[in-house]
């Protein structure tokens, strides 16, 4: 355990119940995101999320007085009470543990976890030694609302609390799950409104900041006697069968101990942290692109499995991820998003179902390296979906996506946003990158080399790309790749701009597309000019439209979101062309673990606690932003540290070095 009694207020812990609901909130206790709560959970896994239980008032009364352990800001610069200045310590693992020390000495240890598989948070107070006269309540803040929105007081929010079987209900709006208090203490009711919260980090987003919560009771207490258990849990349709029988001590137990044994399965925290992003979707499972705002998005989860599923050796929940988005083919294209509301997907993205055939074929070869059985049905539909993206591709789609006369593949109207670099604020893309990007046509031909056994005509038209890629895109005065060709659709234009989309031509996929010579200077000049301690800058500092930090409101964070900010997911391409373009050698390795790796590794403590942040500012110090508990930046660390990365080489499949060597 660590003291926290200075730390930051900005350090988050999340607590996920493997459906798409969590908890998080900072060390401090402070709620500075709307994201924050104690339960927060899907009603359509993993998305329709909805907070019910925000935070609680906490206080402890000895015959020194009252004192409280929680916080909360208010609007004008109002913190109240002042609970954070009596945390003394706080752990993360295997939950999140605070230490509280009072005025009069009375040390109060508070636990917090959230059980795998069910929306059920349990929460417990102790004293830490033997003491007379302590007693302890609790005011749940109450709200019911969609994640993404505010709370505000009104006459429609329902107080009424059902008491049945020790457990107190309540349900604030009909068309939304009951809250289920269960808890060894004494219910009060007392209904209130506590007004105008204020959350600092949506205020700094340019977003609305402040809201009002409703507190139908409280609980209360005699600590002296024993531990303090209290669990919240979410009642619906989908969720008939909470584990909420009887007592609340026995019912915690036998959580705490489950979930204990569970987490210690684990081997390493990484593999814990990564288990947080594996949950259900339907009858089958996907993978959340982060919290506390994300849900699954197709690009994402691709690119996430690799680290999150292959690496950790889940490759059960790997097949099951792969078979659900086959699916979901249309057109040749993979959605990018399941929308939080309504039925339609969108397919925005040129390069979704491009990372899905390259994450069925590092899939299969892990399958093949350790003989494990797959169904030749599944086998079958991962080719058929391969097959199917493929010709979608080569005939022509959505967006203008088309396979080109020259075997590369064109994309992009205007208005529209299909690669990774996103950004669109109102009509403006900030990136639209119309034309030929170099990321999509490494992706596109490292595709068509997976599938040349598919089909004889796949072969061919890789042999021809690859040589039109090599002439094509090659900027020689630089010594590096333009990041579009045929820039705007204007045949012989380009895009010079210096990015890190163009690793992805020496690393990160299954082939090297470039000579040894040219992939040397490739990786040179990125790493000259775009690697920072967090990750890849999205744009060299000297280029034109460079923005230094990700700040500000949705206009400028979002202007900013690819020019220049820094993103740690890239990092796995880049350590791994770097390593190619140095002979892959033990020793090689070792260096780029020390250099590279570790320090984005001890960020890991910095933001959202044993997980890596979205995105980081382009300019020192790198402040992380963003999202901060990100799938793709933590796979792509696991994928680093335990396949590019591993010393022993038989742990990864063999990889072809050069465009066209099997």
Known sequence: MRSHRNRFIDVEWLETDGLGGFASGTVSGLRTRRYHAMLLVATRPPTGRVVLVNGLEVWIETPAGRFALSSHAYASDLVHPD??????????????????????????????????????????????????????????????????????????????????????????????????????????HGPDWYRHFFYAEEHGRGLDDTEDLATPGYFSWDLSQGEAVCLFAAASQETPSLPLQGTAEACAQALRQAERQRRQSFSSTLHRA??????????????????????????????????????????????????????????????????????????????????????????????????RPLAPSDRKTL??????????????????????DDGLLAAGEPGVQLTWMDAKVGDWVVTPRLGKPVEVEALWLNALWIARDLSEPWGTLFTRGCEVFRTRFWNETDGYLYDVVDADHRAGDVDPSLR???????????????????????????????????????????????????????????????????????????????????????????????????????????????????????????????????????????????????????????????????
């Open 500 to 662: 890190p989309n163009q690793l992805f031509a020496v690393g990160g996929l299954p082939l090297t597309l470039l000579p040894p010579e040219r992939a040397r200077r490739v990786v040179d000049t990125v790493e000259a000019h775009l690697w920072t301690p967090m990750g890849l800058r999205s744009l060299a500092p000297d280029a034109p439209g460079y923005v230094p930090r990700y700040e500000g409101g949705v206009h400028e964070r979002d202007g900013a979101y690819h020019q220049g900010t820094v993103w740690p997911w890239l990092i796995g391409p880049f350590i791994e062309a770097w390593l190619r373009t140095r002979g892959n050698t033990r020793v090689a390795k070792q260096y780029a673990r020390a250099t590279y790796l570790k320090p984005l590794l001890q960020h890991l403590d910095a933001a959202g606690l044993g997980h890596i942040s979205e995105i980081a500012d382009g300019d020192p110090p790198h402040t992380p932003r963003g999202c901060p508990f990100q799938a793709w930046s933590l796979g792509e660390a696991l994928r680093l540290a335990l396949v590019v990365l591993a010393d022993d080489s038989s742990s990864s499949p063999p990889r072809p070095d050069v465009a066209g060597t099997p």
């Open 83 to 188: 609970g954070a200045q009596r945390l003394e310590a706080f752990a993360a693992q295997p939950w999140p543990h605070w230490q509280f020390r009072l005025e009069d000495n009375t040390r109060v240890d508070q636990e917090l976890f959230v059980r795998h598989g069910a929306p059920v948070v349990v929460l417990t107070w102790r004293l830490h030694a033997p003491q007379e006269g302590v007693k302890l309540s609790v005011r749940p803040l109450l709200s019911g609302r969609d994640y993404h929105a505010l709370h505000h007081e009104n006459t429609a929010y329902r107080f009424d609390a059902e008491r049945r079987h020790g457990q107190v209900i309540w349900q604030p709006y009909p068309d939304l799950p009951r809250i289920v208090a269960l808890s060894n203490g004494t219910y009060t």
């Open 383 to 404: 080719h058929e979906a391969i097959d199917a993206i493929l010709r979608g591709y080569a005939r022509g789609t959505r967006y203008g996506i088309h396979l080109d």
């Open 274 to 371: 990564a288990d947080a992003y594996l949950v259900r979707r339907g009858t089958g499972k996907t993978l959340v692109a982060g919290y506390p705002w994300f849900t699954d998005w197709g690009r994402d989860t691709l690119i996430a499995l690799r680290g999150l599923c292959l690496a950790t050796g889940r490759l059960d929940a790997a097949r099951d991820i792969l078979l659900e988005w086959a699916g979901a083919v249309s057109e040749g294209m993979l959605p990018n998003r399941f929308p939080d509301r309504g039925e339609h997907p969108e397919f925005n993205a040129v390069d979704a179902s491009l990372w899905y055939v390259i994450a069925v074929y590092d899939f299969l070869q892990a399958i093949d390296q350790q003989s």
